[in-house]
Nanobody, 123 residues
């Protein structure tokens, strides 16, 4: 079993930046692909970014490409999502997810999920 705990959410002004962290514990593996998803009020959960098990391949939703960066620190069992140029439409609960495979998928076919962290973009 793998436990995921997100942190770093909060209130940020439009145009600002925020870094989310996802700490993994339990039966972790550097071969797990990791993903970030988000769910805004009244909307379905959507893929935001993913990183392969070896950390060499990253994937992004078109809506965040060029603004968000996903990375992982294998030694710390932590995955990050750096968010720049935030927009009001980025407001959502952000979830970290892990997959029993080194390959990223953009669907919700992940095996482990965190509890989520709220990001609110507002002036």
């Amino acid at each position: 079993q793998v436990q995921l705990v997100e942190s770093g959410g909060g209130l940020v002004q439009p145009g600002g930046s925020r870094r989310l962290s996802c700490a993994a514990s339990g039966r972790t593996s550097s071969n797990y692909a990791m993903g970030w998803f988000r769910q805004a009020p009244g909307k379905e959960r959507e893929f935001v970014a993913g990183i392969s098990g070896d950390g060499y391949r990253t994937y992004y939703a078109d809506s965040v490409k060029g603004r968000f960066t996903i990375s992982r620190d294998t030694a710390k069992n932590t995955v990050y999502l750096k968010m720049n140029s935030l927009k009001r439409e980025d407001t959502a609960v952000y979830y970290c997810a892990a997959r029993n495979s080194p390959i990223v998928v953009t669907t919700d076919k992940y095996d482990y999920w965190g509890q989520g962290t709220q990001v609110t973009v507002s002036s």
